[in-house]
């Protein structure tokens, strides 16, 4: 199993340029999350989904879109770069909500190292 | 809302010991989750253990143990035995059990083992 898979791997971005960070899983999870982990913090929760076609808000959504077509999918969109925005993203799946279960775990990607300059 | 707090940005053992990470938490919920995940250097994040709210128990994992203190909203984390392998950040989480359960986060420790 591939588990999450997040691409790419690193972006350097020029202010003002938009970007999607792509996030799939092949685990048939129904939520999946988008996280930020800036240096030296803990990860905050962007936006997160239930099911094909729900999303939500988390903790620090200004400046991002997603979008939830497929059970598989679930890109972030960037529309408007900002300074403000250079992290590390992580897309995480669970079959529960909110995962946390030894044997229903919260699957996380290697992630997204994004900086915008 | 809920706030995670992880006071030690950064600890250090000795291979072989024993090293206690400290997280405070904050909520006005009687029922949730508390976990730890680790970070190695590949960026994964890996459940480490869990404690439930409503478990007077603290929960064990080989090496790994909980001291949860409901009333004063304190999780730690007790690493025996401390390996190499060990280093790592380490992440304090709660997570509500209502609605879409979503994970909080704490600032994390980093976690050195010298040999």
């Known amino acids: 199993n591939a588990g999450v898979t997040q691409t790419p791997k690193f972006r350097i971005l020029k202010i003002g340029q938009s970007m999607t960070l792509q996030c799939a899983q092949d685990m048939n999870h129904n939520y999946m999350y988008w996280y930020r982990q800036d240096p030296g913090m803990g990860l905050k929760l962007i936006y997160y989904s239930v099911g094909a076609g729900i999303t939500d808000k988390g903790e620090v959504p200004n400046g991002y879109n997603v979008s939830r077509s497929t059970t598989e999918d679930f890109p972030l969109r960037l529309e408007l770069a900002a300074p403000s925005q250079t992290s590390v993203y992580f897309c995480a799946s669970s079959h529960t909500p909110g995962g946390g279960s030894y044997n229903s775990p919260l699957h996380f990607g290697n992630g997204t190292r994004l900086t915008v300059t | 809302a809920q706030t995670v707090t992880q006071s030690q940005p950064e600890m250090s053992v000795q291979e072989a010991e024993t090293v206690t990470l400290s997280c405070t938490y904050d909520t ?84 050195t083992i010298n040999p």
């Open chain 2, 28 to 111: 006005s919920e009687s029922d949730y989750y508390l976990f730890w995940y680790k970070q190695p250097p590949s960026r994964q994040m890996i459940l480490v253990i869990r404690q439930e709210a409503y478990k007077q128990q603290n929960a064990t994992e080989n090496r790994f143990s909980v001291n949860f203190q409901k009333a004063a909203k304190s999780f730690s984390l007790k690493i025996s035995d401390s390996q190499l392998g060990d280093a790592a950040m380490y992440f304090c989480a709660y997570r509500t059990s209502q609605g879409a359960q979503k994970l909080v986060f704490g600032q994390g420790t980093r976690l």
